[in-house]
């Protein structure tokens, strides 16, 4: 999986603390991509492509728990990390109660650079899953939100639109399984479970 | 195609001819009506004349036939010599002659001679004289009885001269004749209007009401016949018969009666005639009469139809030009009528969308309208208006002041300025005016007054726009109150906020730091040492801006002392209570204020101490917050150093071993302090060249306390 090209995004209104991040992950190996506010962060970026953010909560204008509302209002794959002061700590919690990924309290550069690696890598698990879902067609991604609901072929079968043979359900299924690398309904269940934000 | 002025021009055309038609008709109907009346008069005129020529003739007729029979007549013829005989018969004749009022009576032998006369004793005696040439003897003598008019050889006289034979045993004797003057005949006719003219086979006029006319022809006579006129001598030695001054012109036409008249124009007694004239032959006697009328009553008939039929058609030209202009009025009358309706309708559109756009305009103002009278009485009001003080236009036109939307506290005042506005006192840029809406809200206006002028130059009144400024003027006044409580936070932001504040922003160049300090590290491995420098750089930067705000936090705590000023204890600890009375009301609090020492007075920075006395409240009643409806006692109490203020709560106090460090930095009770808070007021009051001392209140809860130098 580390070959999918990920995209590091920094959030800070803090011009010091932006290009100190900026350093400090380029000093560890990794592209970043900087913004001084979270207008121009969602500006700029395109929501629906996964990478890792790094966000500051208080910031002029619009506040980082308010970008990451958007993300998660628009189901972006998008993995979000907090900046959060010292007074900001129930924030960052509720924020991570909501989705985020994970927060780390200023001036914890040592937590920031442990807790990165795994954002990282469900930055990457989310491209690999989106790049199966992707693979699916129209019509199986239907059938396999049915089934991850629990349903029987012969419910998908009349549920769908327009409706078809349990038959043929089954060789959607079939095929899901094949694409997503399931072994069963359970394990589908909890795959689309993990990954709420595919569209 | 022709023009219309052409057809006109027909027209009328049309209309004269037929209207002269129309009047030669009128005029030849009335002639010919007047002609036939006059024919009919002038057959019944020629009748009777022929009937009176007639009856004199006749009337004398047997005359000549009786005298012939007698004896003596004969016995005369016989014996011309007898001279007795002859005087018999002369008596005879004379006695006849008187009394059948004959002109002459005489016997005539065969020879031609006159035998006998009744008038053998006159001068004129024709007893002797010889008439052989005669034509009545002609006639007679051959057996005929002879009638001839003619002049007398003897008297010159003219007369009808009728002669019969006298026959004895189938032989003719000799020829008995009567004349018979016609004298009064003409006499009569001279004296009737109308000439009536006789005359003989010839054409030769004998008779004649108009004497000029006498032995006049009526056509040239010819030859023989004046030969024969000159050899009878009929009319004595007149050899010559001039043609008659008439201009004869036939008429037809007269239908019904089948009788040839004819018009004469001639000239009688210098007057010129227009005759209608009827020729009555009489054949017994060779004559033709004609009897003739004036024309002049046809042709004042026809005048007169004449005039008549033109003064009817003209009327009736008239009428209709009349009926016309009429018309034609009416019609201009209708179609100015439809021109002025189109007109009204036109402007009555112009005013209503006039109209229209300026409802439009007043409905769509938010500022209120308001006319009044030079009285006060309102007159007119837009729906912003009433919009503003809620009650519709029904309920304010035609009020006087008191209006109802006045407002009750304001009614002076708004009498006062409504006056004025009255008056044309008002106030140029406007006056606010406080009204009370109808739901009993109050509304803050702008009113702004002008003259009312119509469009006459009268002054009709007074318009006022109204603004409503009650949202202008809470925004002021939120404004005001935002500011106070600006203020009051600013104050009330107690030392742990700000400790709050300076935490983060001590956060920033701290991580800053530690991420160029790390980032320094990887880059010193790398052996990158441009970028190791410049993240070095970075690093003394930040340590720099750090220190910064930690001084900006020190002046903030120990402010110049040239800035003290000398402050009422009493007044900062009332201030600093009034700053919490929402919060402590909010938790259930109860704050006991004792202030025994009056007037004590100390020199300080009025904010930073009631900084101090609000972070002492604050955590006085966070470790009240469990035990709702406590007390917090705020008292002074006046010592040796100055003066001492306790903060005492009921609070669980605090435990024996945290006694020591309750001071000290960073040190906290509470999961989200800072730690900073009792730290930062033991500064500021050491500052103030105090001391703070905390104990445990025998019946639990801590009290907190400082101690003040006081000033005189």
């Given amino acids: ?199 | 195609m022709p023009s219309l002025s052409t057809l006109r021009h027909w027209r009328r055309i049309l209309v004269a001819a037929g209207a002269l038609a129309v009047i030669a008709a009128s005029g030849g109907w009335a002639e010919r009506h007047e002609m036939q009346t006059k024919t009919e008069g002038l057959r019944q005129a020629a009748a009777a004349h022929a009937l009176g020529l007639r009856g004199l003739v006749e009337k004398h007729d047997y005359l000549p036939h009786a005298a012939a029979r007698h004896p003596d007549v004969r016995d005369l013829l016989r014996a011309p010599r007898d001279a007795a005989l002859q005087a018999r018969v002369n008596d005879y004749f004379t006695d006849l002659q008187a009394t059948t009022g004959a002109a002459a009576l005489f016997l005539v032998d065969r020879a031609g001679l006159t035998l006998a006369a009744s008038n053998w004793n006159t001068p004129f005696s024709f007893v002797g004289q010889s008439y052989r040439q005669r034509p009545y003897f002609e006639d007679a003598v051959q057996g005929r009885r002879g009638i001839f008019y003619g002049l007398g050889l003897t008297t010159g006289q003219s007369g009808l001269f009728i002669a019969e034979p006298v026959r004895a045993d189938g032989a003719i004797l000799g020829v008995v004749v009567v004349k018979i003057s016609l004298e009064p005949l003409q006499a009569a006719w001279m004296r009737g209007a109308d000439p009536v003219v006789l005359r003989d086979s010839h054409g030769i006029v004998f008779l004649s009401a108009v004497p000029d006319w006498l032995f006049h022809a009526i056509r040239p006579v010819s030859a023989a016949d004046l030969r024969w006129v000159a050899d009878h001598r009929q009319y004595g030695n007149r050899a010559r018969f001039p043609v008659l001054p008439w201009a004869v012109e036939t008429r037809a036409g007269t239908s019904a009666l089948v009788l040839h008249t004819t018009v004469l124009h001639t000239t009688v007694q210098g007057h010129r005639m227009d005759l209608l004239a009827l020729d009555t032959p009489l054949p017994e006697l060779g004559w033709t009469l004609t009897v003739t009328t004036d024309m002049k009553e046809v042709v004042q008939a026809r005048q007169l139809a004449l005039i008549l039929a033109t003064l009817a058609v003209a009327l009736l030209l008239l009428g209709v030009q009349y009926w016309r202009l009429r018309e034609k009025r009416f019609v201009e009358q209708r179609t100015a009528r439809i021109e002025l309706e189109r007109r009204v309708e036109e402007r009555t559109r112009d005013l209503e969308e006039a109209h229209a756009f300026r409802k439009a305009m007043e409905d769509s103002l938010l500022v209120g309208m308001r006319a009044r009278d030079p009285e006060g009485r309102i007159i007119y009001v837009n729906p912003a208006l009433c919009a503003m003080v809620g009650y519709s236009a029904d309920e304010l036109l035609g009020r006087l002041p008191p209006y109802p939307y006045w407002h009750p506290d304001d009614l002076e005042k708004q009498a006062r300025e409504s006056d004025d506005a009255l008056r044309g006192r008002a106030a140029p840029h406007g006056f606010e005016s406080r009204i009370r809406h109808k739901d009993g809200h109050d509304v803050i206006t702008m009113v702004y007054t002008a003259p009312l002028v119509d469009a006459q130059g009268v002054h009709r009144g007074w318009m006022s726009s109204v603004v409503d400024i009650t949202a202008q003027k809470q925004a002021e006044a939120r404004q005001r109150d935002q500011e106070v409580r600006l203020q009051r936070s600013a104050r009330l932001a107690s030392v742990g906020e700000m400790a709050s504040t300076l935490a983060h922003e001590l956060n920033q160049p701290l991580m800053a730091l530690s991420n160029f300090a790390v980032a320094a590290r990887a880059l010193a491995a790398q052996g990158s040492s441009e970028m190791l420098a410049g993240a070095l750089d970075d690093i003394v930067e930040q340590s720099r801006r750090a220190s910064e705000i930690v001084k900006r936090v020190r002046a903030f705590i120990n402010p110049q002392r040239a800035q003290y000023e000398v402050l009422a204890v009493d007044g900062v600890i009332t201030h600093a209570a009034t700053l919490l009375t929402p919060e402590l009301r909010r938790d259930g609090i109860a704050l006991r204020v004792d202030l025994t020492d009056d007037g004590a007075r100390v020199r300080g920075d009025r904010v930073l101490l009631e900084q101090v006395l609000v972070n002492l409240i604050h955590n006085a009643m966070h470790a009240m917050h469990d035990r709702p409806r406590g007390h917090i006692d705020l008292v002074t109490r006046k010592v040796e150093q100055g003066v001492r203020i306790f903060v005492a709560d009921e609070g669980p106090g605090i435990p024996p071993e945290q006694m020591d460090q309750i001071f000290a930095p960073f040190f906290t009770t509470r999961p989200d302090g800072l730690g900073l808070g009792l730290n930062i007021c033991r500064t500021i009051v050491e500052a103030h060249g105090g001391f703070m001392t905390v104990e445990n209140h025998a019946g639990g809860g801590a009290a907190f306390s400082f101690t003040l130098p006081t000033v005189p």
């Avoid at chain 1, 990478?51 to 980082?64: A, E, F, N, Q, T």
């Avoid at chain 1, 189901?75 to 129930?90: A, C, K, N, W, Y």
Wanted: hydrophobic fraction near 45%.
């Fill in chain 1, 1 to 199: 999986m580390k070959d999918i090209p990920l995209t590091l995004y920094v959030v800070d209104d803090d011009e010091a603390l932006r290009r100190s991040l900026l350093l400090l992950l380029f000093s560890q190996g990794l592209a970043v991509q900087a913004f001084e506010s979270g207008e121009a962060f969602l500006d700029a970026v395109d929501m629906r492509q996964p990478g890792c953010v790094i966000l500051d909560l208080r910031m002029g204008g619009m506040s980082g728990l308010a970008v990451f509302e958007r993300l998660r209002a628009a189901h972006s794959p998008l993995v979000t990390m907090f900046l959060s002061g010292h007074g900001d700590i129930p924030t960052a919690l509720e924020a991570v109660r909501q989705g985020a990924w994970d927060w780390v309290e200023k001036p914890d550069t040592g937590r920031l650079l442990d807790r990165l690696p795994a954002a990282i890598d469900e930055a990457r698990a989310r491209a690999h899953a989106l790049r199966l879902w992707a693979e699916l067609t129209p019509r199986e991604r239907e059938v396999a939100r049915l089934v991850g609901l629990g349903q029987p072929n012969k419910e998908i079968a009349r549920l769908l639109v327009p409706p078809c043979g349990p038959r043929s359900v089954e060789t959607h299924r079939a095929n899901i399984f094949s694409k997503l690398q399931c072994a069963n309904d359970n394990e589908l269940g909890r795959w689309l479970a993990a990954h709420p934000w595919l569209g």
